[in-house]
């Protein structure tokens, strides 16, 4: 009985996980909306500044 009731328990950590993943692809596509909006206001700039700023960001 103990090694039946230990799966169980490994199972629920399991679905724990999947759903810290699916938070975090939520917070990845909000970064990278915030990446569109910033390249739109520099669209003046040269590319090479351009470039430097996406270096900065958090990918």
Same mark, same amino acid.
């Given at each position: 009985? *103990?090694?039946?009731?230990?799966? *169980? %328990?490994?199972?629920?950590?399991? *679905? +724990? ?7 975090? *692809?939520? !917070?990845?596509? +909000? !970064? ?8 739109? !206001?520099?669209?003046?700039?040269? %590319?090479? %500044? ?10």
């Amino acid at each position: 009985m *103990k090694s039946k009731t230990r799966n *169980k %328990e490994i199972k629920v950590k399991d *679905k +724990v996980k999947v759903k810290d993943k699916v938070k975090y *692809k939520v !917070k990845v596509k +909000v !970064k990278i909306k915030d990446k569109v909006k910033i390249k739109d !206001k520099i669209k003046d700039v040269g %590319e090479n %500044e351009v470039f430097q700023i996406k270096k900065t960001l958090p990918i």
